[in-house]
């Protein structure tokens, strides 16, 4: 009998150590949560992580609407800063990456059925086209959102948008120059189609949101929020010279007991 419970044991601590359920919740920390892909994942694909299913999208929502979450735009969290509004007692932002066609055709629809918010950071160059970044020999390539598809989700309230850079380069491996190209020119290219201030930015790949002289050139370029991809809540209120924004990336492979500990840690794995 001894065997059996020391396997047991070594289970329960097995995923203990898998999550981080005992760390405590970030006092006044502010929960963003980040997507990709929404949809059953293509063959042959390498990024299997990045695809959350419509279903999965579907029970995550319904637990941040369940749950009393009142899910914020770039806008509103902006005036919120400014102290035009009070902040909710339990905020959220919902963030997707990239701009894919099928943020638009699945996770759209359910937004609006539930009456929550999104934020979609979007790669000026790919849109009516596909992810051009992606080598199609190790990775499909999909189709990307179109100008009508952006303008009708902003026009429903339902969806903001920032900018992702026009063509979703490493920023902290090309030279400078370039890299303030693409903060700058997305931002007035994104402005000029879409009549609106792009107050948020998320660095592709999440590179250069701690490299100095690459933050520096994305808060030149205007931005009031820039996004960086490392797991964590950001304690609000948030001032520039903290740091860039921490978000929670959602991973298709996640399971509720991720989910909880994401919005109320900050982190589910290690």
Request: glycine content about 8%; proline content about 7%; hydrophobic content about 40%.
């Amino acid at each position: 009998m001894l065997i059996p419970a020391l396997v047991g044991g070594a289970a329960a601590i097995g995923a203990s150590c898998r999550w981080n359920w005992w760390r405590r919740p970030v006092k006044n920390g502010l929960p963003i949560l980040t997507y990709h892909k929404v949809g059953d994942y293509p063959k042959g694909s390498r990024l299997k992580p990045l695809w959350v299913t419509a279903k999965q999208f579907r029970e995550q929502m319904e637990y941040v609407k369940r749950n009393g979450y009142t899910t914020l735009t770039f806008s509103e969290l902006r005036a919120i800063d400014a102290g035009e509004k009070p902040m909710p007692e339990k905020p959220l932002l919902v963030t997707f990456d990239d701009g894919y066609a099928n943020n638009y055709e699945l996770a759209y629809p359910i937004l609006k059925e539930l009456g929550l918010k999104a934020n979609i950071f979007l790669v000026h160059d790919t849109l009516e086209g596909k992810n051009a970044w992606h080598n199609p020999a190790t990775e499909p390539q999909i189709p990307m959102l179109t100008w009508a598809q952006v303008k009708e989700m902003q026009d429903s309230g339902v969806v903001e948008f920032g900018s992702h850079t026009m063509s979703h380069k490493n920023l902290a491996r090309i030279p400078l120059d370039d890299a303030r190209r693409e903060l700058t020119e997305s931002k007035i290219r994104l402005e000029q189609r879409l009549g609106r201030e792009m107050v948020g930015f998320a660095y592709p790949y999440g590179a250069g949101a701690f490299v100095p002289e690459v933050r520096k050139a994305a808060r030149d370029a205007g931005y009031r929020y820039d996004f960086a991809f490392r797991r964590g809540l950001t304690p609000w209120p948030w001032k520039p010279e903290h740091g860039p924004i921490l978000r929670i990336y959602v991973r298709g492979d996640d399971n509720a007991l991720d989910f909880y500990l994401n919005l109320s840690r900050g982190r589910a794995r290690f």
